[in-house]
């Protein structure tokens, strides 16, 4: 079975804004800001033989102020960039209480059978605790940025920047941590 890096969009694929305390993505592909500086870590994690899946939570999509269009266009060129393997996003609002807006672990659960993945050896990347508490529930292990927004929820790492996380997922992968007794 495989092993994944899941990857949150907003705050490690691409920049954000903030606007009051909130961390806001942005709309359209003129407004998209890659983190450039994110690529080579993610190259060194792909040659080591871990997918790459970008997971995001788009409710605009389903309450109608996120453009469909310029959203494909801003993953098209998330996709090329980072060499993702899949993006998986979650149209839903919070009100249509569906599995997969995070922090739910749907996104996760479904690339699990769609890859074949060894969730329990696959690694979920991000800023936010939402990450955490779908990580937790799905059996990946969670490595979070820290934040403004990492909140109190159970997470297995908090890492002062990028290198440091793809540098903690490359020590545990080899050292063979996540084998089953
Ligand atoms: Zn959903």
């Known amino acids: 079975m495989k092993q994944a890096v899941f990857i949150e ?3 490690i694929l691409n ?4 606007e009051r305390q909130h961390q806001v993505g942005p709309m359209t592909l003129e407004e998209l800001r890659v983190n450039t500086a994110a690529v080579p870590l993610f190259v ?6 871990l997918l790459l899946i970008a997971t995001t939570n788009q409710p605009g999509l389903s309450r109608g102020y996120q453009n469909r269009r310029e ?6 060129l998330l996709r090329k960039t980072f060499a993702l393997d899949d993006l998986l996003v979650c ?3 919070e009100t249509d209480r569906c599995p997969c807006r995070k ?8 690339a699990g059978f769609k890859w074949h993945l060894d969730l329990e050896r696959s690694f979920v990347i991000s800023d936010k605790w939402q990450d955490a508490e779908a990580a937790r529930t799905a059996g990946c292990t969670s490595l ?7 909140g109190k929820v159970h997470r297995d790492f908090i890492l002062p920047g990028l290198d440091a996380m793809a540098e903690k997922i490359l020590r ?3 050292s063979g941590r996540f084998v089953a007794a």
């Open 9 to 11: 969009r907003d705050g």
């Open 15 to 18: 920049l954000t804004r903030v």
């Open 44 to 49: 060194k994690l792909k040659a080591a033989g």
């Open 71 to 76: 959203l494909d266009r801003m993953h098209d």
């Open 91 to 93: 149209p839903h609002d």
């Open 103 to 110: 922090p739910n672990p749907g996104l996760l659960v479904d």
């Open 144 to 150: 979070l940025l820290d934040s403004p927004w990492v």
């Open 172 to 174: 545990l992968k080899s």
